[in-house]
T-cell receptor, first 112, second 112 residues
């Protein structure tokens, strides 16, 4: 069974600092990995999708890396803003499996 | 706007009552999923469908039934609601798993 762990569970950073969120998974035979953002009481918004053949994906201030061999992904958010405050979820899809396995999330607060 | 629409957004049920949650997508996606999200547990897959007329069990299927009579709709039924089914329910869809998932905004269900 794929286990997905996100560390730290919660963090606070001052505005302007770079955010580094970590995701680890136990089974390296993955198809892809997806990062989502969830605001309180809201649904999930897809941020970045990394295929297993890729090392990283970038979108604006967001960059996600993937190291399959070590079972890790990192989401970097440059120059954080108060609007970045949310919970960030990492989800992994294994080969031969149509389902996503989710981590429990990194809850982020950016302090103005 | 294209996307995944869930109805209702909120519902309170009494123990033993039944209800159906509706998920509709207009993106011609083949794959559809029902998740539940509970504090400290993350998102867990209830049932999913890989195409019209198909359904399959996820991690936590007990107490739920699903149907996919039309490609664009995926229904989640609770035949006899229990307090343990108090949760936030999310529907998601995907054209192909490799292309990533799109989530609805959720249904907050309370069973008293």
């Amino acid at each position: 069974k794929q286990e997905v762990t996100q560390i730290p569970a919660a963090l606070s950073v001052p505005e302007g600092e770079n955010l580094v969120l970590n995701c680890s998974f136990t089974d390296s035979a993955i198809y892809n990995l997806q990062w989502f953002r969830q605001d309180p009481g809201k649904g999930l918004t897809s941020l970045l999708l990394i295929q297993s053949s890729q090392r990283e994906q970038t979108s604006g201030r967001l960059n996600a890396s993937l190291d399959k061999s070590s079972g890790r992904s990192t989401l970097y958010i440059a120059a954080s803003q108060p609007g970045d405050s949310a919970t960030y979820l990492c989800a992994v899809m294994r080969y031969g499996n149509n389902r996503l396995a989710f981590g429990k999330g990194n809850q982020v607060v950016v302090i103005p | 706007n294209a996307g995944v629409t869930q109805t209702p957004k909120f519902r309170v049920l009494k123990t033993g009552q039944s209800m159906t949650l509706l998920c509709a997508q207009d993106m011609n996606h083949e794959y559809m999923y029902w998740y539940r999200q509970d504090p400290g547990m993350g998102l867990r897959l209830i049932h999913y469908s890989v195409g019209e007329g198909t359904t399959a069990k996820g991690e936590v299927p007990d107490g739920y039934n699903v149907s996919r009579l039309k490609k664009q709709n995926f229904l989640l039924g609770l035949e006899s609601a229990a307090p343990s089914q108090t949760s936030v329910y999310f529907c998601a869809s995907s054209y192909l798993p490799a292309y990533g998932y799109t989530f609805g905004s959720g249904t907050r269900l309370t069973v008293v």
